[in-house]
C-alpha cells in the first residue's frame, strides 16, 4: 500500500506542472482578450459621439436628445471640427438648430478651418437657419482662417435671399479675404448679376466697387467692369471707378 500510495503521489506531481502550464496559458489568452475598461470606455465614447453627429445630420431630433440625455457633450466634434450644430445648420434642420441653442451649444463655435455654424448655412443657402442664428446672436461678420465671412460665402454661392438678409442685418461688404477678395468681387467673377446688383445697391459710398473693379481691370473683366460703372449713379465714385478702370492700377 505504502508503495502504491507513493506511486500515486509520484503521478500526481508528474500531472500537477502540467495542469499549471495550462492554467498559466488560458490565464495569459484571458489577458490578451481582454480590453482594458480605459480603452473600453474610450471607444464607446467616441461611437456614441459618431452616431450623436449622424443624427445631428440626418436631423433625427428624438436621438439627438437621446445621445445628450446620455451625456454626449452637445458641443463634441468630428476630426474636422464640425459639431451638431454645424451639421444640422448646413441640413438646414431648423428645428434642430434652434433645439441645440436652446440647450447650450454655442453659436459661434468654429470649425478647425475657423467656420462657424452662420458660415455654413450661408454657404448652403439655408436662409432661415441664417435668421435664427443672427437672431441669437451669431458673429455676423466673423471671419474664417481665409477670411471668408458669411456675406463672402452666400455671394459666391450665388445665394440671394441669404445676402439680402445679411445686409439688412449689418453684414460689412468692404471685409476682404486674405487673398483681397471682397463679396462683390466673388460675385461679379462667378457671373451672379442679381447678387451684384444688391451689393452694389448697399455700396452707397463706392467703398467696395473700386477694390472690385481693380481686380476686373487685372483680369480685363470688362463685362464686370462694365456691370459696375453701369449700377453707378453716384457721380464722384463713377468718376473714381472710370479712372480706376482706365489706369489699371
Not at 490578451?32 to 467616441?46: M, V, Y
Not at 455654413?120 to 471668408?148: C, Y
Not at 456691370?227 to 464722384?236: E, S, Y
Request: aromatic content about 4%.
Amino acid at each position: 500500500m505504502a508503495h502504491a500510495a507513493a506511486s500515486i503521489k509520484k503521478v500526481r506531481d508528474l500531472e500537477l506542472p502540467s495542469i499549471e502550464e495550462k492554467e498559466k496559458e488560458r490565464e495569459k489568452e484571458r489577458r490578451r482578450r481582454k480590453i482594458p475598461r480605459e480603452r473600453l470606455d474610450r471607444k464607446r465614447k467616441s461611437d456614441s459621439n459618431t452616431s450623436f453627429l449622424k443624427a445631428a445630420r440626418s436631423g433625427n431630433l428624438d436621438k439627438v436628445l437621446e445621445y445628450l440625455k446620455g451625456g454626449v457633450d452637445i458641443n463634441t466634434c468630428n476630426q474636422n471640427g464640425l459639431n451638431a450644430l454645424h451639421l444640422a445648420a448646413k441640413e438646414g434642420h431648423l428645428y434642430l438648430v434652434q433645439e441645440l441653442l436652446e440647450r447650450g451649444s454655442s453659436v459661434d463655435s468654429s470649425t478647425k478651418k475657423g467656420n462657424t455654424a452662420l458660415h455654413i448655412a450661408s454657404l448652403a443657402g439655408q436662409v432661415e437657419v441664417v435668421k435664427t442664428l443672427i437672431k441669437q446672436g451669431a458673429n455676423i461678420n466673423a471671419q474664417s482662417q481665409n477670411g471668408f465671412t458669411p456675406l463672402y460665402m452666400a455671394a459666391q454661392e450665388n445665394h440671394l435671399e441669404v445676402v439680402k438678409y445679411l445686409l439688412e442685418n449689418g453684414a460689412n461688404q468692404s471685409t476682404a479675404t486674405e487673398d483681397g477678395f471682397t463679396p462683390l468681387a466673388v460675385a461679379l467673377q462667378q457671373g451672379h448679376n442679381m447678387v451684384v446688383a444688391i451689393l452694389l445697391e448697399n455700396d452707397t459710398k463706392g467703398k467696395v466697387r473700386l477694390p472690385a473693379l481693380h481686380i476686373a481691370a487685372r483680369k480685363d473683366d470688362t463685362k464686370s467692369a462694365a456691370l459696375l460703372l453701369q449700377n453707378d449713379h453716384n457721380a464722384d465714385v463713377q468718376s473714381k471707378v472710370s479712372y480706376a478702370y482706365i489706369t489699371k492700377t
